[in-house]
């Protein structure tokens, strides 16, 4: 599998016949980035049009496109209706994706540490703070734990990575929901041995150079760079191994239709097969568009992706289902229009 650089920061897709033709800019989430590489550059051998793409975090790609210094912001947290109509903004799925979490302790492999919801907000809170502690051994009586220092990495940037992230962890452990809560920043239990890294990158970067750390990253991050990922315990008490069968079951039941603005969170969903921690990635853009032209190439970008899912599965991205594709494509045709009140979109 193709190997991206732990530190990543930008995408610009540019050849040398194209350089005249037209460049679309995004900005925002790092959790899509390895997707959005691989379609950009196989859309830009296809058509020439340029996709510039900022992997800034989910908090800066809000602030961008609300700015409107960019054709799309991207977030891996999902906006509010309110949110949206207050800034005259749309936001659609992308494709959905997991977080996963990733491990160095020296001895254990890939998928051999187990851990709950509980012990992993655990960990964060800075309640266990041994590999060997109690609570892990109890998960794991298989496995020989070293007696080692627990650093819990985390994000030190908006993101929508951590919107998601702990929104699970609020959801499976009540002292967490109670003393934390959830948000693209949020202020770290300082009880915690923790470190902060910019975007996934950064969190995979410090993960594989720090003894002893856990941290969080997109799944994509986690084969790319080789790192150790752990089984999680779902909702139903399987313990599940990360891989596209089980982000596909927990995507399976999600409820686009009923999801105002497309808000919607995916984890801790029910299922013997599904992976705990799934999330949708986003892309936002302005309702009236100045530059329609720009538009216009965006949702064209944006529907050859929803086309060419296969590329997104060989990621471990699960493609966004048919049906809600045509929910979008009728959003766009309805609510995206030029400065005359002309559709930008035709839906066929």
């Not at 991206?4 to 995004?26: D, E, P, Q, R």
């Not at 800075?126 to 502690?133: A, E, L, Q, T």
């Not at 929901?177 to 470190?195: F, H, R, S």
Request: no cysteine; glycine share 8%; aromatic share 10%.
């Amino acid at each position: 599998m193709k190997k991206y650089a732990l530190i990543l920061a930008s995408l610009t897709v540019v050849s040398a016949s194209t350089m005249a033709a037209t460049t679309i800019n995004g900005a925002g989430a790092t959790f899509p980035y390895p997707v959005y590489a691989e379609w950009a550059k196989a859309y830009n051998q296809e058509t020439g049009v340029q996709l510039n793409y900022q992997a800034i975090g989910s908090g800066g790609g809000i602030k961008q496109i609300e700015a409107k210094t960019v054709d799309f912001g991207a977030s891996d947290a999902p906006l509010s209706k309110d949110e949206l109509d207050k800034n005259g903004l749309v936001q659609f799925p992308a494709v959905m994706g997991s977080i996963v979490p990733v491990i160095h302790v020296k001895g254990i492999k890939a998928g051999e540490l187990k851990l709950s919801g509980e012990a992993l907000a655990d960990i964060y809170l800075g309640k266990v703070k041994y590999w060997d502690d109690a609570e892990l051994k109890s998960l794991n009586s298989d496995l020989t734990l070293p007696h080692q220092m627990i650093v819990a990495v985390h994000r030190s940037d908006g993101s929508g990575t951590t919107y998601n992230y702990t929104d699970y962890l609020q959801r499976v452990s009540k002292t967490w929901a109670d003393q934390v809560g959830m948000g693209k920043e949020i202020a770290w239990p300082k009880a915690a041995t923790n470190l902060g890294g910019k975007g996934n990158a950064g969190v995979a970067n410090l993960v594989k150079r720090t003894p002893g750390a856990i941290g969080y990253v997109e799944y994509a991050y986690a084969e790319q760079n080789q790192l150790v990922y752990t089984q999680m315990q779902n909702k139903d008490g399987h313990f599940i191994k990360p891989d596209l069968a089980a982000f596909q079951a927990a995507a399976a039941s999600a409820d686009w239709k009923n999801a105002p603005g497309f808000k919607l969170m995916l984890n801790d969903q029910p299922g013997a097969l599904s992976w705990p921690l799934t999330a949708a990635t986003f892309i936002l853009m302005h309702k009236e568009q100045a530059n329609s032209d720009n538009a216009k190439q965006v949702l064209k970008f944006f529907q050859w992706g929803y086309q060419h899912g296969d590329m997104a599965a060989k990621l471990g991205y699960v493609p966004m289902p048919s049906n809600v594709v045509d929910m979008v494509e009728t959003m766009w045709s309805q609510d995206i229009q030029a400065s005359d009140g002309s559709a930008i979109f035709t839906k066929k």
